[in-house]
């Protein structure tokens, strides 16, 4: 959807400004030209509402001009992200990735959406689920589905499939990404096989993606439950920084990161119904999790130490 711009002298002006803006930014700052001009560009459609989002709110625009470059520092020189089997990603049509989660905060979906962005043939968008909290929080709700996150309901995950998107979740939910550290690297359960149901409904292959690094960025040690209760948190974490050392013990620890993406698992071969079988719905999904188990300890082995 596209927001209409009434006429006006306003986008002739902003032009010119834009103009001086960049020659300023370039013969002052020396900064790369083309950036610049893309910058500009960005900027101007912004001020002007010559924009596009989908409905679910996604902006492809606003993610590849500010969210991905905001990212892309931790992503290549932080967590030196290695990728393998990016191949296994389709180039086009609907598919859904199954990963592992892990790390106090998700940070590793946001390094997943990068790895499949910057490192598939066809920059695809991985549009990831997110769990309700997500969208009660303020500013971090609307910048969630501007970047392309979307509500973990069978509902828009199937419609995200049938639009021949690329869909992205976590199975484990907050029972991953909140375990203590004693518990890195043995996955949780895999909830009820919602996301293996909206797969077998839609026909789009599972794939699973294996991610190794994330549970050490911030170790948690501990969690204090009344707090988590008072602010309606599912947990409140405590690690080796925080909240000891104050904001700083929000910045992640610099382990090294491998992500791999598995050889899809069809679901078109399914018959009519199997969506609704319990026990197929029960086997795909344990099938799943078994197979990103096993990565898992084939990574660990080939990255080695965590912060090597």
């Not at 969630?144 to 509902?155: Q, Y």
């Not at 910045?251 to 899809?264: A, N, T």
Request: charged share 20%; hydrophobic share 40%; proline share 9%.
């Amino acid at each position: 959807m596209r927001t209409p711009v009434a006429d006006s002298p306003l986008p002739g002006l902003l032009d010119r400004v834009a103009a001086a803006a960049g020659r300023a930014l370039r013969d002052h700052l020396g900064v790369d030209g083309e950036q610049i001009d893309k910058l500009v560009a960005f900027a101007g459609r912004r001020l002007t509402g010559e924009f596009e989002v989908d409905p679910f709110g996604f902006d492809p625009e606003l993610t590849e001009t500010v969210l991905l470059p905001i990212l892309r520092p931790f992503y290549r020189h932080w967590f030196r992200v290695e990728v393998r089997g990016i191949e296994h990603v389709p180039d086009s049509g609907a598919a859904l990735v199954a990963a592992n989660h892990s790390g106090t905060l998700p940070v590793d979906s946001l390094m997943t959406q990068l790895a499949v962005h910057d490192t598939h043939p066809k920059a695809r968008h991985l549009r990831a689920l997110g769990a309700t909290l997500v969208f009660q929080l303020p500013f971090v709700s609307d910048l969630a589905r501007r970047s392309g996150t979307t509500l973990a309901c069978n509902e828009d995950v199937e419609a995200l499939l049938g639009n021949g998107e690329l869909v992205g979740v976590w199975p484990e939910g907050f029972k991953g990404v909140g375990k203590p550290f004693s518990q890195r690297y043995k996955l949780q359960r895999f909830g009820r096989g919602g996301f293996v149901s909206a797969a077998l409904r839609t026909k789009a292959p599972i794939i699973p993606c294996s991610i190794v690094g994330a549970e050490e960025i911030y170790p948690m040690i501990g969690n204090a439950e009344s707090l988590a209760r008072l602010l309606g948190l599912p947990y409140f974490p405590l690690t080796p920084t925080f909240p000891w050392l104050g904001p700083l013990g929000l910045v992640p620890l610099p382990s090294k990161w491998i992500i791999e993406f598995g050889e899809p698992i069809r679901t078109d071969d399914y018959p009519p119904g199997a969506a609704d079988d319990p026990m197929v719905v029960f086997e795909l999904t344990d099938q799943v999790r078994d197979t990103i188990q096993a990565t898992l300890t084939e990574l660990l082995e080939l990255r080695g130490p965590a912060f090597g």
